[in-house]
């Protein structure tokens, strides 16, 4: 069994910077890719960015340019550098492991992010 948890979420301004971190207690963390999601309100859950073990990142469009995730395999954790926040970027943010090649997918309980001035 895979427990995720997150840290970091909170109340920031438009225009503003947040960082997520997400620590995996899992034995081969190697194996996972991990990822970011978010829901807001009303909406479904959507892919925010994932990594590979070989650092290979997919961002969703909304959010290129602005955000980064990383991961650190030594220690087990995967972040998201969240900069020029805006409004619409206001949500609960979960972190996913995703097990390579097979079905085993793991959430967190998620973070609440809220951009507001």
């Known amino acids: 069994q895979v427990q995720l948890v997150e840290s970091g979420g909170g109340l920031v301004q438009p225009g503003g910077s947040l960082r997520l971190s997400c620590a995996a207690s899992?034995?081969?963390?190697?194996?996972?890719?991990m990822g970011w999601y978010r829901q807001a309100p009303g909406k479904q859950r959507e892919l925010v960015a994932t990594?590979?073990?070989?650092?290979?990142?997919n961002y969703a469009d909304s959010v290129k340019g602005r955000f980064t995730i990383s991961r650190d395999n030594a220690k087990k954790t995967v972040d998201l550098q969240m900069n020029s926040l805006n409004p619409e970027d206001t949500a609960v943010y979960y972190c996913?492991?995703?097990?390579?090649?097979?079905?085993?997918?793991?959430w967190g309980q998620g973070t609440q992010v809220t951009v507001s001035s």
């Open positions: 996913n492991a995703k097990r390579m090649f097979s079905s085993a997918n793991y």
């Open positions: 899992v034995s081969a963390f190697n194996i996972y890719i």
């Open positions: 990594i590979q073990n070989d650092g290979i990142r």
